[in-house]
């Protein structure tokens, strides 16, 4: 089972970019599913992102087409590529995953990403 650990937030003008990274300590990070997830204050968590062990790429309604979501197997890093900032894509985005075979589940502390308008 994989430890992860996100870095990358901060705080960012409307319109503005960051990269979110994920670092996986642990075996087998190349049969992990892993994805983002989001969790604005008074919400629920809601997911962002996935990229499945095969490279396949999935996104939420609110970002596709500013988001990317990409992974490093050799490095054990997953990113999350975010372009087009807006206020509402203000949150803590934490880094998830589960190995596609067995279904062991990792989370992420989480990284706060606040966007100024």
């Known amino acids: 089972q994989v430890q992860l650990a996100e870095s990358g937030g901060g705080l960012v003008q409307t319109g503005g970019s960051l990269r979110l990274s994920c670092e996986a300590s642990?075996?087998?990070?190349?049969?992990?599913?892993m994805a983002w997830f989001r969790q604005a204050p008074g919400k629920q968590r809601e997911w962002v992102a996935s990229?499945?062990?095969?490279?396949?790429?999935e996104y939420g309604a609110s970002v596709k087409g500013r988001f990317t979501i990409s992974r490093d197997i050799p490095k054990n890093l997953a990113y999350l590529q975010m372009n087009s900032l807006k206020p509402d894509d203000t949150a803590v985005y934490y880094c998830?995953?589960?190995?596609?075979?067995?279904?062991?589940?990792?989370w992420g502390q989480g990284t706060q990403v606040t966007v100024s308008s």
């Open positions: 990229i499945a062990s095969t490279g396949n790429t």
């Open positions: 642990g075996r087998d990070f190349s049969a992990y599913v």
């Open positions: 998830y995953a589960q190995h596609s075979r067995l279904g062991f589940e990792s």
